[in-house]
């Protein structure tokens, strides 16, 4: 009786480590960051050009720095919304709750090492967890969309 | 009784201002909606006023014009107190800036120059306000100026504006300084007011407050008449 009562205590011990472990690491594949080949200026322009390019649009920026100058913190930091309404009809169509990550967020920052960098969630890990094809599909696409709009904007 | 009724309608049209920033934080509306709607009308309306009543109620309308620029003048040293105070990082953010990203809707781009000048003019506009309040109400009493600084520090503490910033009641919860520089700044603000006023308004012989003190009639003190 003791025995069984250990094995099943170890069992959902080592069940709850793997889920602690892999949470974060979860996280850590679903963010992108690529290092940026050029200044904070340069790929903030660039990125404003390109997203029209990969057929998508910025729907809104927040200019992150900018706003927290207001509290003394000096830093280069750019939140774009960007997306394609149509391409949002075809998620939303499938499920609402999908404009929880729509429009997606494209990051751009300067960091205490003087780099700038561009960061974004991939949206086939963030979507996937709706577990409906149609949105994996699409997400998929978008994956690819926002590899290369992060190349185009960094190098 | 008409004495009354202006200084009820200066009064109101003159807290106007203040009322709308703490409004929109507590989720009444939003700013620039309130700053057309309230803000702009009730400037408008109080300069109209003035106008209107300058020869038949001197004592009110000087008490305005004197307020509001003695208001102006007794908002530079609470200015200098709060920069202070942010440079030393007590307060948690810059309030003019924020009023001014508020007040036209681009909190989410962040300052710029205009909205620089319309966070800084709402501010010191707050400053005449308050000003025209003190003078209508208190008139030269000089040391009372220094209690309605701090009744003002205490009232902003406590106000929906400082409940938004999330430092708790008095902002405790960020830090001793944030009471401090408040209660600092605000001082600064009623002990200049009360000076500037009890020198602007005794200067004024037209505006009757050397002899009555407040814009209220006193008994055995009446307002001088024009002559």
């Known amino acids: ?155 | 009784m008409k004495k009354y009724f202006w200084i009820a309608t200066v009064l109101l049209l003159a807290a106007g201002g203040p009322k709308i920033f703490p409004a929109a934080l507590a989720g009444y509306s939003t700013l620039p909606v309130l700053a057309l709607r309230l803000l702009l009308p009730a400037i408008a309306a109080l300069f109209v006023v003035t106008l209107v009543i300058w020869r038949s109620q001197p004592t009110i309308a000087r008490a305005v014009a004197w307020g509001a620029v003695a208001g102006v003048l007794a908002t530079v040293p609470l200015e200098v107190v709060r920069l202070i105070g942010f440079h030393f990082d007590y307060m948690p953010g810059n309030l003019p800036r924020l009023m001014g990203v508020l007040l036209l809707d681009r909190f989410a781009q962040g300052p710029s120059t205009a909205s620089d000048i319309a966070g800084w003019t709402y501010h010191f506009w707050n400053g005449a306000s308050f000003g025209i309040i003190y003078a209508v109400l208190f008139g030269t009493r000089r040391w009372l100026g220094a209690l309605y600084g701090l009744l003002l520090g205490i009232g902003f503490m406590l106000s929906p504006v400082v409940t938004s910033l999330g430092v708790g009641y008095f902002g405790l919860q960020y830090s001793y300084g944030f009471p401090v520089t408040v209660t600092l700044a605000h001082l600064a603000y009623g002990v200049t007011l009360g000076w500037l006023l009890a020198r602007f308004l005794a200067q004024d012989r037209a505006s009757g407050l050397r002899s009555c003190r407040t814009c209220f009639p006193v008994p055995g003190a009446a307002p001088k008449a024009i002559s």
């Open chain 1, 1 to 155: 009786m003791v025995t069984k009562f250990s094995r099943v205590f170890a069992l959902f011990l080592a069940l709850a480590v793997v889920v602690a472990v892999a949470s974060p690491a979860m996280a850590q594949d679903a963010r992108v960051t690529v290092t940026s080949q050029k200044s904070f200026d340069q790929t903030v322009s660039q990125l404003k050009s390109n997203v029209s390019q990969g057929g998508m649009m910025i729907m809104a920026t927040v200019d992150q720095g900018n706003m927290l100058s207001m509290t003394g913190l000096k830093m280069r930091a750019t939140l774009f919304l960007v997306g394609n309404p149509n391409v949002g009809k075809k998620l939303f169509e499938q499920n609402h709750a999908v404009g929880l990550y729509i429009p997606l967020r494209v990051f751009i920052y300067e960091s205490t090492d003087g780099k700038t960098y561009l960061s974004y969630d991939k949206p086939s890990a963030v979507l996937g967890q709706f577990k409906n094809e149609e949105i994996n599909k699409t997400a998929a696409m978008l994956d690819q969309k926002l590899e290369g709009l992060a190349q185009m904007s960094t190098h």
